[in-house]
Nanobody, 119 residues
Framework: QVQLVESGGGLVQAGGSLRLSCVASGRMFGLYVMAWYRQAPGKQRELVATVTASGSTDYIDSVKGRFTISRDYAKTTVYLQMNDLKPEDTAVYYC?????????????WGQGTQVTVSS
């Protein structure tokens, strides 16, 4: 069982930065693939970045060079550092813990945090 608590969303101007945090509680945090998704109004939920248990990261092309995902095993926390934000980054951002390779019930979501970028 994993619970995810997010923080760090808000309203920023284009070119600004935000750091999202996702604190995980529960068992076997280190075995999950952690990810950030986002969903804009009228759009499908989109995978933004992932970090595996071994530390490998991946990003969608639109955020490469601007966003950084990381995980702190001691704090059981996942971060998304977002720099040079653009209006098209505006969305609700969701933290995800994916352990479905162990079973269909091992997939957890945070509550979502709103990121709004003005121009």
């Amino acid at each position: 069982q994993v619970q995810l608590v997010e923080s760090g969303g808000g309203l920023v101007q284009a070119g600004g930065s935000l750091r999202l945090s996702c604190v995980a509680s529960g068992r076997m945090f280190g075995l999950y693939v952690m990810a950030w998704y986002r969903q804009a109004p009228g759009k499908q939920r989109e995978l933004v970045a992932t970090v595996t248990a071994s530390g490998s990261t991946d990003y969608i092309d639109s955020v490469k060079g601007r966003f950084t995902i990381s995980r702190d095993y001691a704090k059981t926390t996942v971060y998304l550092q977002m720099n040079d934000l653009k209006p098209e980054d505006t969305a609700v951002y969701y933290c995800n813990a994916d352990g479905r390779h162990y079973g269909p019930h091992y997939n957890y979501w945070g509550q979502g945090t709103q990121v709004t970028v003005s121009s």
